[in-house]
C-alpha cells in the first residue's frame, strides 16, 4: 500500500513568518506531486503541483522537491491568517491521487 | 479549470436506506474518481468512474456497496447501499482535466 505521511500539526506561525509543510511518499517512482488547501467545511482547492523535474514557485508559495529523501515541501511566505487551513499533500499513483492526512496550520495576527 | 457541482449537498438518513449522489463537471474531463472523507480525516479513494463500463473500485470498496455511473463525460453518480452510521462522510467527486479538481462535497449522516 503506497504512503503520504505528514504531520497532522497543528503547525502554528506568526502573521510574516514563513509556514514550512512538509510530506513523505513511500513509492520512490512517484513523479507528481500536489497540494491542496481545505478550508473547515469545505472541498480540497488546488494550490500547485509539480513534477519530479523540478522545484516550483508561485506567488507567496514554493513547493520544493527532494527525491533522495522522498519529501516534499509547501514553503508559504509572508503568511496570512487566512492562511489557516488543512494543507493535504497528494501522490499521483496511476490515474489517482493519494493523499496524506494534512497538516493543520493556524497564522496567528 | 473544471468546475464541479453535487446533489445533494448534505443529506440525512435512515439506517438501512441508500442515498445516490450525482456529480456534475462543466466541461469534459478524462477521468472521475469518488472520494470519501470522514470527520477529521483525510481523503480516501473509493473507485474510478469509467465512461461506459464499470467502476474500478480500491481495496475495501465493492460495487455491492458503492454501485457508480458514468454514463458520459461529465456526469457521474455514486450510491452508498444498506447504510449504517458507519458510512456518514462527505462523499466528494473528483474531475480530471489538467489537474484534478474537487466538487463541494455531499455530508451524509446516517442515523
Known amino acids: 500500500q503506497k504512503e503520504v505521511e505528514q504531520n497532522s500539526g497543528p503547525l502554528s506561525v506568526p502573521e510574516g513568518a514563513i509556514a514550512s509543510l512538509n510530506c513523505t511518499y513511500s513509492d520512490r517512482g512517484s513523479q507528481s506531486f500536489f497540494w491542496y488547501r481545505q478550508y473547515s467545511g469545505k472541498s480540497p482547492e488546488l494550490i500547485m503541483f509539480?513534477?519530479?523535474?523540478g522545484d516550483k514557485e508561485d506567488g507567496r508559495f514554493t513547493a520544493q522537491l527532494n527525491k533522495a529523501s522522498q519529501y516534499v515541501s509547501l514553503l508559504i511566505r509572508d503568511s496570512q491568517p487566512s492562511d489557516s487551513a488543512t494543507y493535504l499533500c497528494a501522490v499521483k499513483e496511476g490515474t489517482a491521487l493519494i493523499f496524506g492526512k494534512g497538516t493543520t496550520l493556524s497564522v496567528s495576527s | 479549470s473544471a468546475v464541479i457541482s453535487q446533489k445533494p449537498s448534505r443529506d440525512i438518513c435512515q439506517r438501512g436506506t441508500s442515498l445516490t449522489i450525482q456529480c456534475q463537471v462543466d466541461s469534459q474531463v478524462t477521468m472521475m474518481f469518488w472520494y470519501r472523507q470522514q470527520p477529521g480525516q483525510s481523503l480516501t479513494l473509493i473507485a474510478t468512474a469509467n465512461q461506459g463500463s464499470e467502476a474500478t473500485y480500491e481495496s475495501g470498496f465493492v460495487i455491492d456497496k458503492f454501485p457508480i455511473s458514468r454514463p458520459n463525460l461529465t456526469f457521474s453518480t455514486l450510491t452508498v447501499s444498506n447504510m449504517s452510521p458507519e458510512d456518514s462522510s462527505i462523499y466528494l467527486c473528483?474531475?480530471?482535466?489538467?489537474?484534478?479538481?474537487f466538487g463541494p462535497g455531499t455530508r451524509l449522516t446516517v442515523l
Open positions: 509539480i513534477y519530479s523535474n
Open positions: 473528483s474531475g480530471q482535466g489538467d489537474t484534478q479538481y
